[in-house]
């Protein structure tokens, strides 16, 4: 994964806002930015704690949430509806994921999923809506770090019907590190790592020019923000499109606890990944890896795959 001081766009940024009322919607996390000095010294008395709960990990920094991974359904929900992080909280308690909103109600916080999930050229799954894919996720282990950051660590096995009965083809390893905030600025790191049960299994987005599918942040409030990427403005378009190593979000006009500015950074085997779908409309943003054209996924090694994310 890159460092993330090779990764910004600018050290500050004059928050200019037109005055708008941001409602207290979900939204996600924050970054610091790259080409700035490095990392501010860590006051040993911050720290993330993880507290276990029946139906995932949540995750404090000095008593103030961070953010929940889930590792089983809420009640009622859908089954396919686990293993992804919401909600998630801005430095000064908002919430700024969305979980199942109305206008796309497979949305969920920050999670990883994809149109066309393959087995010898011929599609068995849809992990984006949960269609024949079964999660067999484990119950997380926590570790806590020197630096004062607490990771989650998961082991998922992903479930399909082949030949009339229910088999497992991926056997996943991923992690979730948040770090304590420093400088009113928080980083969080999701590292996904996959590996094929048998040959043949490939990962692939949707067929056409979007081709979106992989890892995926359902933020709040996009349609306030302004996209930015290495200097550049950035506008949403309907197909994928090539941005710089960091995408950054940035509301004109944030009113506290709203963050001003959330930034990530995808990878895909230790390399930066520059190709996005973008939405200003409420909808996902995503990472979309590998695009329309299959991936194999490997049965000797993994495929590693990560999100940074910045949330001032």
Not at 262 to 270: F, I, K, M, Y
Request: proline share 8%.
């Amino acid at each position: 994964m890159r460092d993330q001081n090779a990764a910004s766009n600018r050290c500050e940024a004059p928050w200019r806002l037109s005055c708008i009322t941001l409602p207290l919607v979900p939204l996600v996390l924050l970054v610091t930015h790259a080409g700035c000095a490095s990392r501010p010294h860590q006051e040993d008395s911050s720290r993330v704690e993880a507290l276990r709960t029946d139906d995932g990990v949540q995750l404090v920094d000095s008593g103030a949430p961070v953010l929940f991974y889930r590792s089983k359904p809420s009640p009622g929900r859908e089954p396919w509806r686990t293993h992804y992080v919401h909600p998630v909280y801005s430095i000064g308690g908002a919430v700024i994921t969305e979980d199942a909103p109305a206008d796309h109600v497979h949305h969920r916080g920050i999670f990883w999923a994809w149109r066309r999930i393959l087995v010898d050229g011929v599609k068995v799954a849809d992990g984006w809506v949960g269609e024949n894919l079964a999660l067999e996720v484990a119950s997380p282990t926590v570790t806590s770090h020197d630096d004062g950051s607490a990771q989650i660590d998961m082991q998922v096995r992903w479930i399909v019907p082949m030949q009339g009965r229910p088999t497992p083809i991926i056997e996943e390893n991923s992690s979730i590190r948040a770090y304590p905030a420093v400088d009113g600025r928080r980083r969080i790191d999701v590292s996904v790592g996959l590996r094929a049960l048998r040959h043949g299994v490939e990962l692939a987005g949707t067929e056409d020019e979007k081709g979106y599918g992989g890892l995926s942040l359902r933020v709040a409030n996009p349609q306030l923000a302004e996209i930015e990427s290495d200097g550049r403005v950035m506008h949403a378009a309907v197909a994928g499109m090539q941005t710089g190593d960091w995408v950054a979000f940035n509301w004109r006009a944030p009113l506290p606890p709203w963050p001003a500015r959330v930034a990530a950074s995808c990878q895909v085997d230790g390399h930066a990944w520059t190709r996005w779908v973008l939405r200003q409309e409420p909808s996902m943003q995503n990472c979309a890896f590998p695009g329309s054209a299959p991936t194999a996924v490997p049965s000797e090694g993994v495929l590693r795959l990560g999100l940074s994310l910045l949330v001032e």
